[in-house]
Structures are given as structure tokens and as C-alpha cells.
């Protein structure tokens, strides 16, 4: 999830404290990017709904 979420453009990778404080405060100061963010990650969310359950019957019918 996190690699499609990223590849999405549906989060924001920081490397130091100091710029997670900036991208919160841009945010924070921005609501349209942060509703864009949370389009994105919804619809990475909705794209993979039902995978894990998909993926435990294919593990399941291996098994049998």
C-alpha cells in the first residue's frame, strides 16, 4: 500500500524533522492540497479494497 500510495502522490515522504514541521505547516496553510492528498489516498484505498481477502483465497485454494 505504501509504495502505491506514494506512487499515487497521495502522501508525503519527509527525511528529517525538520521538514515533516514544514509539509504539516504547508497543509495546514494550504486546503486544497490537503484535499488532494486525501483524494488520492482514498482512491488507492477504494482500488485496493478487498486485496488481502483476494489474496487469502488464492492461499487457501493453494492449500487445499
Same mark, same amino acid.
Given at each position: 500500500?505504501? &509504495?502505491d500510495?506514494? @506512487?499515487?502522490?497521495?502522501?508525503? %515522504? $519527509?527525511d528529517s524533522?525538520?521538514?515533516?514541521? &514544514?509539509?504539516?505547516? @504547508?497543509?495546514?496553510?494550504?486546503? %486544497? $492540497?490537503?484535499?488532494?492528498?486525501?483524494?488520492? &489516498?482514498?482512491?488507492?484505498?477504494?482500488?485496493?479494497?478487498?486485496?488481502?481477502?483476494?489474496?487469502?483465497?488464492?492461499?487457501?485454494?493453494?492449500?487445499?
Amino acid at each position: 500500500i505504501c &509504495a502505491d500510495l506514494l @506512487r499515487a502522490q497521495a502522501v508525503i %515522504e $519527509v527525511d528529517s524533522a525538520e521538514r515533516f514541521v &514544514a509539509e504539516v505547516t @504547508r497543509l495546514h496553510q494550504n486546503p %486544497e $492540497v490537503r484535499e488532494l492528498l486525501i483524494k488520492r &489516498a482514498t482512491q488507492v484505498l477504494e482500488d485496493n479494497k478487498g486485496a488481502l481477502q483476494r489474496h487469502l483465497d488464492v492461499v487457501l485454494k493453494l492449500l487445499e
